[in-house]
């Protein structure tokens, strides 16, 4: 009888240590405070990833914006004699475009290997300007899954203390706290390392779009210069 009444008084605190483990955080926002003072480096780079995204976004879209008739226009005033308009033109256009074809006409009259020398170079400034910045993201990437990995061991360590100090007894509570540590910090910092990387991979797809219109634009130019004039 009484071994019977012990294992009863045995499964009631199991049940209602079980049920208040059940119970977990109220909200995502108490449970990402579990995770503790290791989620205020992985929220920073939450929102710097999330920063450079967009304003990269927004900057590789505006370079490549290019008017569809734009090497048309470039054409008829070099093929016309008309180089001033051409230059004038090209000058006005304010993107990575415009600008290599505007070093371009300014070497007019000099062999074509130098005007293709210099348009080159002002492309591979123009490339260095759109990557601005790529180089966190690919970081963040890399950086975040770890700082998720440190909070895997802090939330270890705290474990092993609770069940040191609790006299080696095993209790849920404690075994629970540090589970939802482990996990919350792993997860947190695999989640925002896969945004970085995609956000970081597709802006590369862009800019290679980018570098692409640049060295057809580049090869048209060249081949108006070679074109008579009318």
């Known amino acids: ?3 019977l009444l ?3 008084d045995s499964t009631q605190k199991m049940v209602s240590d079980i049920t208040g483990i059940q119970k977990g955080p109220s909200n995502i926002l108490e449970l990402l405070v579990r995770g503790g003072w290791i989620m205020i480096p992985l929220a920073l780079m939450l929102l710097i990833a999330i920063y450079v995204f967009f304003e ?20 008829d005033h070099i093929v016309s004699g008309n180089v ?8 006005n256009t304010n993107n990575p475009v415009g600008r290599i074809i505007d070093k371009g006409i300014q070497r007019v009259g000099k062999p074509i290997d130098v005007i293709e020398t210099s348009m080159e170079n002002v492309a591979l400034l123009e490339m260095y300007k759109l990557e601005k910045n790529l180089a966190i ?10 700082f998720g990995f440190v909070g895997t061991l802090i939330g270890l360590m705290q474990l092993f203390s609770g069940i040191q100090h609790g006299g080696g007894e ?20 695999l989640v925002i390392g896969l945004f970085a990387y995609f956000a970081w991979s597709f802006l590369n797809t862009q800019i290679e779009k980018s570098s692409n219109k640049m060295e057809a634009a580049a090869f048209d ?8 004039t009318r």
């Open 84 to 91: 001033t308009a051409a230059r004038s033109f090209a000058k």
């Open 170 to 189: 095993v209790k849920i509570d404690v075994i629970a706290q540090g589970i939802y540590t482990k996990l919350i910090t792993s997860i947190t910092g």
């Open 6 to 8: 012990q294992i009863v």
């Open 56 to 75: 990269r976004l927004i900057a590789i879209k505006h370079a490549s914006n290019i008017d569809p008739n734009f090497m048309n226009i470039i054409r």
């Open 1 to 3: 009888m009484i071994d």
């Open 221 to 228: 130019f060249l081949d108006v210069l070679q074109e008579p």
């Open 137 to 146: 993201l690919s970081v963040i990437s890399k950086a975040a899954p770890i």
